[in-house]
């Protein structure tokens, strides 16, 4: 476990490197820091920390892609997929096999250049293609400042390693819990920042001569937000040790609804103010939308917990809950 004044160490260093304004790769930034060492002594810890304040500084920088591509090359075990890019279910159509050819259709993080693409065909294969034979289109989304790409075309069979059965489906759904978990952190870094921004902005406005923070009306608002973020926040932390899928499901669910939850309760509080350009907040807002979305957003995923606790009818402990 890491040490109180390393993780501060940790936590600054981190900072930096999120806001830097640099066109770098952020795996070459890292790799100054020597963060593969850091990742290896305390993976929970470093993710955990990395992804939170990805969330609390809304940087751009794409952390996700290499993690996922990471969580599929080990559940694959094979070290050659370290490197490659993760293609993510496209809104305008799967990628499918048929007469021998492969059709892709898949988001993406970073342009795949030379690295070996991975999708998932039919819900039970994996495809790893040569990611200079698709083309890569930049993607109009709600947040314009995270980048995002489709991915599409058509690769000969024989261009195509097609990975089948229960090992493609194990290493897919390990990959998901490991990026749900890592949302999940992303996403409780932006309900902490927005709740603590709220707060102190409800001490600082004063309206019939006295900070709008003493009004109840918004109290309740913010004590509302921060009860579901502190739980988010635990669960997330639950889930990183844990590493079981249902901890990610449920954590990612319970972060989407908190991070939703305290932008709405935010956006009253700053009033009309929140609405600027000028001001940060819908940088935030934004964010939480997009990435609410990935790997499943909290309400279709509220739907499958649901659907489970139903059918198994058994309740998981996740850690206290």
């Known amino acids: 476990m890491m040490d109180t004044d390393t993780l501060d160490m940790l936590r600054t260093s981190l900072r930096h490197v999120l806001t830097e304004a640099t066109n770098v790769p952020l795996a070459d930034r890292l790799g100054e820091l020597g963060w593969d060492e850091v990742v290896a002594d305390d993976p929970v810890t470093a993710l955990h920390t990395l992804f939170t304040l990805k969330g609390d500084t809304v940087s751009s920088a794409d952390a996700l892609g290499p993690r996922l591509a990471a969580a599929l090359a080990d559940a694959l075990g094979d070290p050659q997929l370290t490197t490659a890019t993760v293609g993510l279910e496209s809104p305008f159509g799967p990628s499918s096999l048929t007469d021998g050819s492969l059709t892709v259709d898949a988001v993406v993080f970073t342009p795949p250049s030379d690295n070996p693409v991975v999708v998932r065909v039919d819900g039970e294969h994996l495809a790893v293609v040569v990611g200079s034979a698709l083309t890569c289109t930049r993607l109009t989304t709600t947040d314009g400042e995270l980048a995002q790409f489709r991915l599409t075309g058509t690769v000969p069979a024989a261009q195509v390693q097609c990975i089948e059965g229960a090992t493609a489906s194990i290493a897919w759904n390990a990959m998901v819990t490991h990026g749900r978990w890592l949302l999940a952190c992303e996403l409780v870094g932006i309900a902490q920042h927005v709740t603590a921004s709220a707060a102190q902005y409800t001490g600082e406005r004063i309206q019939y001569g006295k900070p709008i923070g003493t009004f109840q009306a918004l109290q309740h608002r913010i004590a509302t937000a921060h009860v579901l973020v502190v739980g988010a926040a635990r669960l997330a932390e639950h889930a990183g040790h844990s590493g079981d899928e249902w901890s990610a499901l449920v954590a990612k669910a319970v972060a989407g609804q908190a991070a939703e939850t305290a932008c709405t309760q935010a956006q009253q509080c700053y009033g009309a103010i929140g609405f600027t350009w000028e001001h940060e907040f819908h940088h935030y807002l934004r964010r939480t939308y997009v990435?609410?979305?990935?790997?499943?957003?909290?309400?279709?995923?509220?739907?499958?917990?649901?659907?489970e606790l139903m059918n198994s009818r058994h309740v998981p402990k996740i850690g206290m809950l």
């Open 291 to 307: 990435l609410d979305r990935l790997l499943g957003d909290w309400r279709s995923l509220e739907r499958e917990i649901g659907n």
